[in-house]
């Protein structure tokens, strides 16, 4: 999803990836990666999604089989939009 992304003009792309393997095949995909790219931002980070926090600039979180339970994440990013209210999209 990370490489989709990078066919748009974000400002920056963040896969947060608590699997080591998971985590380490996207930073080699990211190395590879010579398709369309209109964003030269593109990061994997190995970290629990809770632990890496949520940025406060205006979001799109992909989620795709994301940890159980997902309540706290969501709550999570309620808190973050409460204190600093901003555009997030959810997928």
Same mark, same amino acid.
């Given at each position: 999803m990370l490489l989709v992304a990078a066919g748009y003009p974000f400002k920056r792309i963040v896969g947060v990836e608590f699997a080591k393997e998971l985590h380490n095949i996207a930073v080699r995909n990211i190395q590879c990666f010579r398709g369309r790219c209109l964003c030269n931002? *593109?990061?994997? *980070?190995? /970290?629990? /999604?809770? /632990?890496f926090g949520v940025p406060m600039d205006p979001l799109v979180i992909f989620l795709h089989n994301p940890l159980r339970p997902l309540v706290p994440l969501m709550e999570e990013i309620s808190l973050s939009l409460i204190a600093f209210p901003r555009d997030v999209w959810l997928v």
């Open positions: 931002r *593109i990061e994997s *980070i190995h /970290a629990d /999604a809770l /632990a």
